[in-house]
């Protein structure tokens, strides 16, 4: 008879998310999983699979997390300020500058694993295309209200704006100059109006 599993799945998930976001896949060992989670080695291999199971499942929690949060921000008040704020808090988010930002853990496996990974790429193309379906219905959405002045196909004015995201992350990511990155940032905004 099997032993009831004594840990709650989805807090010890969270814990593997976040050791996956803050050293990348080839950096996290089978060490920092299980310190993190506070689970032996049998726990999570009969709870998760190998390092590669916990990572991909860990990785869709973090997609669907971020992408509920970009649909709800995207969906309140006029679309140009919902697109306005989903960026400035991508520079929000990044703090104060004393720890080093994790980055949009998307955009960190575009460029850890997707090279050489058929099914993460297929889930960042995934993410990429929710992106630009999101930012076109704001955007549409802004045409039609009127907090969007550019009248250009929206699809095309959201490919700018999924083009734009990567760039935003990284320079982030790399703590960019914040008062810099904001004037950036009002440039890019100023192709809605």
Do not use: H
């Amino acid at each position: 008879m099997a032993r009831p599993q004594e840990f709650n799945t989805a807090e010890a998930l969270r814990q593997a998310m976040d050791t996956f976001w803050q050293k990348g896949y080839e950096a996290t060992s089978m060490a920092d999983l299980l310190k993190a989670m506070g689970l032996s080695k049998s726990s999570l291999y009969a709870a998760f699979g190998g390092k590669r199971e916990l990572f991909l499942a860990a990785f869709d929690a973090y997609r669907e997390e971020r992408g509920r949060e970009m649909q709800q921000i995207l969906a309140q008040g006029p679309a140009r300020d919902a697109i306005e704020q989903f960026f400035r808090k991508i520079i929000a988010d990044a703090g104060d500058g004393g720890a080093p930002s994790r980055g949009c853990m998307s955009i960190n496996q575009a460029v850890e694993l997707a090279p050489r990974d058929p099914e993460v790429r297929s889930r960042i193309s995934r993410d990429f295309a929710g992106m630009e379906a999101l930012f076109t219905q704001a955007i549409a959405r802004g045409q039609m209200d009127g907090s969007i002045g550019n009248s250009d196909e929206a699809r095309n004015l959201a490919r700018l704006l999924v083009l734009a995201f990567p760039g935003l992350q990284v320079m982030v990511r790399a703590d960019g100059d914040r008062e810099q990155l904001n004037q950036t940032l009002n440039l890019l905004l100023s192709t809605l109006d």
